[in-house]
């Protein structure tokens, strides 16, 4: 869903959108589902640019490092982003500095604001999802999963994987 920036603060600067985003890429071959998400925000002209605050919710599907089950994970949180002119890239490297990182480039005054909900949903993503704290994962020995009671192994073989 792409918006215009002047648009939108023109009209009053409020953001209230369900975004469908489908499926995501993480970590090169496992792939996310994501419910629609509800972005609510407020748009404002600053100098130097188009400010954002606001929340994104929904729930993702992620798959537990402990005992290997998916698992949905409810996302809800704030965020703030300044929406800026894409500048031209100048030749050799460049450091992203601290106050940096709040930044996002627009071309033309128009943003893709599904773009900007996944880009904040990687953000949130836990690097180790875990089903539950107490999850008991799998039994190094067997496989078994321990959440559902001992495994075949001896009990002083049975070592959680995490």
């Known amino acids: 869903m792409r918006i215009d920036l ?93 106050a940096d990182v709040d930044l996002y480039s627009h071309e033309s005054g128009k943003v893709d604001l599904t773009a900007v909900a996944r880009e904040q949903i990687y953000l949130q993503l836990p690097l180790k999802p875990v089903c539950r704290e107490d999850c008991q994962g799998l039994c190094a020995t067997c496989g078994e999963d321990l959440n559902r009671g001992t495994c075949r192994c001896s009990a002083q073989s049975s070592v959680r994987v995490v």
């Open 6 to 98: 002047e648009k939108t603060v023109q009209q009053g600067g409020r953001l209230d959108a369900t975004l469908p985003l489908g499926d995501i890429e993480w970590e090169g071959d496992q792939v996310l589902q994501v419910g629609p998400v509800a972005l609510k925000g407020t748009l404002s002209r600053v100098r130097r640019g188009y400010e954002l605050n606001a929340t994104l919710s929904g729930r993702v599907s992620l798959v537990c490092v402990r005992c290997l089950e998916s698992f949905e994970h409810p996302l809800s949180f704030p965020f703030h982003l300044l929406f800026v002119e894409r500048e031209r890239p100048e030749s050799g490297e460049a450091q992203v500095q601290p």
